[in-house]
Nanobody, 118 residues
């Protein structure tokens, strides 16, 4: 049984940093892309960043040069280091793991809330 669990959300002030973590279990995720998505009220879920097992990364335009994704294959874990947060970054952040060759084989975490407010 695959499980995906996020941690690290919280309430921060504009300009602060925050680190999110995601841990996946239940199988070998070598051929899975791991990624972060976010959704705020009234908006569609959007890409934040993705990373393959050989550390190829992709970022959403709104977070480039502020957010940095990393992955520890041996631990089936992934992290998102976020810098210079703004209120527009407020959202529920979801971890996703998706098979590279079978996109329908994907799993989501329950989400972690990030709130940026003064």
């Amino acid at each position: 049984q695959v499980q995906v669990v996020e941690s690290g959300g919280g309430l921060v002030q504009p300009g602060d940093s925050l680190k999110l973590s995601c841990y996946a279990s239940g199988r070998d995720f070598t051929q899975y892309v791991m990624g972060w998505y976010r959704q705020s009220p009234g908006k569609q879920r959007e890409l934040v960043a993705t990373i393959t097992s050989d550390t190829n990364t992709a970022y959403g335009d709104s977070v480039k040069d502020r957010f940095f994704i990393s992955r520890e294959n041996i631990k089936n874990s992934m992290h998102l280091q976020m810098y210079d947060l703004t209120p527009e970054d407020t959202a529920v952040y979801y971890c996703n793991v998706r098979h590279v060759f079978a996109p329908a084989d994907d799993y989501w975490g329950q989400g972690t809330q990030v709130t940026v407010s003064s």
